[in-house]
């Protein structure tokens, strides 16, 4: 078992930035990919960072440019930099760890951690 606990989240302006960064705990040696979910008010939960085992990462439309993802597996911490936030960043932050690869991580992840609120004022 793994489990992921976030932080670094709050209140920020627009145009502002946070850091958010989750420490994995457990059975961490078996962890592949991992990545960071959101979830805004009354929408869907979205993939919004992915990073593999061997550092490639890969973004969604909205924060490529913006955000940056990174792991350290020595201090088995995952990381997202989120640079230029708008409004719609809004969302709670969840991290996500799969022991199995990239493609289960994007459709169902294995391990989650129980989220960071990140608010966004205009």
């Known amino acids: 078992q793994v489990q992921l606990v976030e932080s670094g989240g709050g209140l920020v302006q627009a145009g502002g930035s946070l850091r958010l960064s989750c420490v994995a705990s457990?059975?961490?040696?078996?962890?592949?990919?991992m990545g960071w979910y959101r979830q805004a008010p009354g929408k869907e939960r979205e993939l919004a960072a992915t990073?593999?085992?061997?550092?490639?990462?890969d973004y969604e439309d909205s924060v490529m440019g913006r955000f940056t993802i990174s792991r350290d597996n020595a201090k088995n911490t995952l990381y997202l930099q989120m640079n230029s936030l708008k409004p719609e960043d809004t969302a709670v932050y969840y991290c996500?760890?799969?022991?199995?690869?990239?493609?289960?991580?994007?459709?169902?992840?294995?391990?989650w951690g129980q989220g960071t609120q990140v608010t966004v004022s205009s």
């Open positions: 996500t760890a799969d022991t199995r690869g990239m493609l289960p991580l994007r459709f169902s992840p294995e391990y």
């Open positions: 457990g059975s961490t040696f078996g962890i592949n990919a």
């Open positions: 990073i593999s085992s061997g550092g490639t990462t």
